[in-house]
């Protein structure tokens, strides 16, 4: 692999937080995700397909595991018929939520469109990054 001005030990050094954040939250599902167990508390696996028109059941399945697995959700498995798994943040979870709403909040001022009209009041936006 050639040698670029990206691969020079200090310039990876100043990139780690954000690489790091990177490679735990990639993936084209993980921010609505926690977006929408952080909005609605608990979310069930068929909730979450729903919600996420286009997701496969594997995709969300892989998805949720490496959020699981990287602290950000808990999985709650309740021994019924039928069976019942619960998602909700973790701590750490909980605490990503204010970026999750900046980011949600710049989103709508700088890339929707003018007369797009957010689900969420600005009541709930702020109750939810106080959490």
């Not at 699981?68 to 990503?96: A, C, M, N, W």
């Not at 469109?113 to 600005?122: I, L």
Request: proline residues 5%; glycine residues 4%; positive net charge.
């Amino acid at each position: 692999m050639t040698d670029n001005k990206f691969r020079k030990r200090e310039i990876m050094m100043r990139c780690a937080p954000m690489s790091t954040l990177q490679a735990v939250l990639s993936g084209k599902w993980k921010f609505l995700i926690l977006w929408y167990i952080a909005v609605s508390k608990v979310q069930r696996f068929g909730e979450l397909l729903r919600r996420l028109d286009g997701i496969t059941q594997s995709t969300l399945t892989k998805q949720l595991r490496e959020l699981e697995y990287d602290g950000f959700i808990h999985r709650e498995i309740y021994k019924e018929i039928p069976p019942k798994v619960e998602y909700t943040l973790t701590q750490l979870g909980k605490s990503f939520v204010p970026v999750l709403t900046h980011m949600m909040m710049w989103s709508q001022d700088h890339l929707c469109p003018s007369d797009y009209v957010s689900p969420y009041t600005e009541e709930q936006i702020k109750e939810l990054s106080e959490q």
